[in-house]
């Protein structure tokens, strides 16, 4: 990764059937990356740590509403797995707000960051890959 994207780099996002998807996910990626550099320079002796706690309840509170919307325009045009791919956000949201809450325990910034910079990138591009891909192309049916 580069010092802009010390996450992911927006290039290695797979490309889905509706934009809108694709611009959130463009938009999840940004906020990750900005709290990667921040965990960065934690790591290196400059920790902010009231930085990294909004910068990680902003990330979540985006994924959050990312994750309403799918479901609704899941549930809205009767995509069939709708069931699957919403346990899907329900479960990366529960072990996201684990991870919040026990940051905002011990601030532990290994801890985050191996959550960041590891878990999070291969789980991301796992479901966008695959449940996402699915959703889209059945959503673009009625969406761009």
Known sequence: MTDQ????SPKDIPS???GSMNDTHHEEVALV???GALLQQAAEGNGDIP????????WIAH???????ENKLMQEYGFPPFAVHAQEHSSALEGLHEIQ???KE?????QLAGYVFNSWPQWFQMHVNSMDNVTAQFLS???D
């Open 5 to 8: 994207h010390p996450v992911l």
């Open 16 to 18: 889905i059937a509706v």
């Open 33 to 35: 990356n900005a709290l």
């Open 51 to 58: 930085a990294i706690t909004a910068a990680l309840d902003e």
């Open 63 to 69: 994924t959050e509403a990312h994750f309403a919307r």
């Open 101 to 103: 809450r026990r940051w």
């Open 106 to 110: 011990d601030q532990d910034v290994e």
């Open 141 to 143: 049916n009625f969406i």
